[in-house]
């Protein structure tokens, strides 16, 4: 895992180092900037965490980056209808870098990682994983 000593506000949250700000963010509107440590992507997410408020019956197993969809018109607060919503990604669980959701930069199996991080830890998945982690290396790079 990669740690900086520099960085004061931060806090271990479940085996990551994320900022207080942004551990469990409640508020809708609030902008956090969300960089893909693979294959480069910027973007600003509302919210980092496992159950975003704007999102209804939908909580995470980790916590995650969640965008409001900017291609839905945005939902009055007197409506009870859910709001939709893009999962960006998450951070590694063995180095602990944000990844995103695209196959070529990330796997999920209990946990997010990195596909640098799954390919040194692949023999520690069970096997009908690891034929899946040697299909998704082969199809998505």
């Not at 900037?33 to 975003?52: A, D, I, N, R």
Request: charged share 20%.
């Amino acid at each position: 895992m990669s740690s900086d000593s520099n960085k004061a506000d931060e806090a271990p949250v479940k085996g990551h180092t994320i900022s207080e700000k942004t551990a469990d963010s409640k508020i809708d509107d609030e902008s956090i900037p969300f960089h893909c440590k693979s294959c480069g992507l910027h973007e600003t997410v509302h919210y980092f965490g496992q159950q975003p408020a704007f999102v209804y019956g939908v909580v995470y197993t980790e916590p995650t980056y969640i965008m409001k969809d900017p291609f839905q018109p945005p939902v009055g607060k007197w409506k009870s209808k859910p709001e939709y919503f893009i999962a960006l990604g998450a951070h590694c669980i063995r180095c602990n870098d944000v990844v995103c959701k695209d196959n070529g930069c990330h796997f999920f199996f209990k946990h997010t990682y990195c596909i640098p991080c799954v390919k040194i830890v692949i023999s520690t998945f069970p096997t009908d994983i690891q034929l899946k982690i040697k299909k998704q290396l082969s199809t998505g790079q």
